[in-house]
C-alpha cells in the first residue's frame, strides 16, 4: 500500500540523525494506522546525546542511546496493542527491533531499503524473523 509506506517517509524526515533517517508505520487489520516512529534520541536526551557514527569510544557514538522507529511505532501506538498488525519501516529492521516486532506480535513486514542486507544485524534479524515465521517483503515503488 503505497500510502503507507508515504507515511513511514514523510516519519522518517522528522529525523535529526544526519546520517540515517528512518520511518515507521503500522497498521492494522482494518487499514488503519495505529502507530509512527522515527528514530531519535530518548525523551529528555535530546542534543545532549551523540549523532556520531564512528568514535575512539563507542560510548561517543549514537549506537548506545539512538531509539529505532520500529521501537517508537511500537510505543507510541494508539491501540490496545499491534497483534496482527503490518509494519511498513524505510529500512530493514535490525535483530533488536526484529525481537521488538516478534514480541509485540506483528505479522508482517515491508520495508524499502535494505541497505545494510550483508552485516551481522541484519542476518541477525532474518534468521529471528524467519524462525519466528513473520514475513518481509521490499515495497515495490
Ligand atoms: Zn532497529
Not at 529505532?68 to 524505510?90: F, R, W
Request: proline share 4%; aromatic share 8%; hydrophobic share 30%.
Amino acid at each position: 500500500m503505497e500510502r503507507f509506506m508515504d507515511e513511514a517517509r514523510r516519519a522518517a524526515q522528522n529525523s535529526k540523525d544526519p546520517n540515517t533517517q528512518v520511518g515507521a508505520c503500522i497498521v492494522n487489520q482494518e487499514k488503519k494506522i495505529v502507530g509512527i516512529g522515527y528514530n531519535c534520541m530518548p525523551n529528555g536526551c535530546d542534543g545532549q546525546l551523540p549523532w556520531t557514527r564512528s568514535a575512539d569510544d563507542r560510548l561517543d557514538t549514537k549506537y548506545p542511546y539512538v531509539c529505532h522507529a520500529e521501537l517508537n511505532a511500537i510505543m507510541n501506538k494508539n491501540s490496545a496493542d499491534v497483534k496482527g498488525c503490518t509494519m511498513y519501516v524505510t529500512l530493514f529492521p535490525c535483530n533488536e527491533c526484529a525481537k521488538l516486532i516478534i514480541q509485540a506480535g506483528i505479522s508482517k513486514v515491508i520495508y524499502l531499503d535494505d541497505k545494510y542486507h550483508d552485516t551481522q544485524e541484519t542476518k541477525a534479524s532474518r534468521r529471528l524473523l524467519d524462525t519466528a515465521g513473520i514475513p518481509y517483503e521490499q515495497f515495490n515503488c
